[in-house]
């Protein structure tokens, strides 16, 4: 019979029952949302799995690749960015399982999804790109430096304040002076 499996949980009494057997398995699933900073899994946690599963004296050792594809904001300019992962598991289930370190064997089935939560949390990108030279928005004025060039000085020395010495403190059109002044953030 072949493998049977309702969502990410899987029965797998007939690797329980036999030492030494092993068999393949895939998956195309929804996880559910996952979400790591600005970055999300897009459908609903789309998951394809492509694991083979092998039973020895400890447990049941998973072993494979698990592939998903995500959305979310450039970190410098906000605009969309998108990409996939392809991440490589191999993680035993058993019956007292180590806090952090395995996971738990059931009776007669294993459950994919806090192995695979885990494991494409962790390669999600915190600080995701829309480009590797992004040049992102002006920290002075604002606009995205992708698409337009603005009147700022160069961000030459990396500081908040690098604009400073462009501020204009005779622009009668402000009311309240010191709401223009930077260091009131
Ligand atoms: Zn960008
Ligand atoms: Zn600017």
């Not at 949302?33 to 970055?39: A, D, F, I, K, Q």
């Not at 494979?64 to 191999?90: F, I, K, M, N, Y």
């Not at 294993?110 to 995701?128: K, N, Q, S």
Request: hydrophobic fraction near 35%; include cysteine; charged fraction near 25%.
């Amino acid at each position: 019979m072949m493998s049977t499996s309702t969502g990410l949980r899987v029965l797998v009494a007939d690797l329980v029952k036999r030492p030494g057997a092993a068999r393949s398995l895939q998956i195309d699933d929804h996880l559910g949302p996952l979400v790591v900073g600005e970055v999300e899994l897009d459908d609903d946690g789309r998951v394809a799995l492509d694991l083979h599963l092998e039973r020895i004296a400890e447990g049941i050792v998973v072993r494979g690749t698990l592939g998903a594809t995500w959305s979310g904001r450039c970190a410098r300019c906000l605009g969309p960015v998108a990409g996939t992962l392809e991440v490589a598991v191999d993680e035993l289930y058993e019956r007292e399982p180590l806090e952090g370190e395995t996971y738990q064997l059931d009776i007669d089935s294993i459950d994919l999804e806090p192995l695979t939560r885990d494991a494409l949390g962790l390669e999600m990108p915190l600080a995701p790109l829309c480009r590797t030279d992004c040049a992102g928005l002006c920290p002075n004025c604002g606009i995205d430096r992708n698409v337009a060039v603005c009147t700022c000085q160069p961000d030459e020395s990396d500081s908040r304040w690098a604009g400073l010495s462009n501020v204009r403190f005779d622009d009668d059109t402000s009311s309240d002076s010191s709401a223009d002044f930077p260091a009131t953030d």
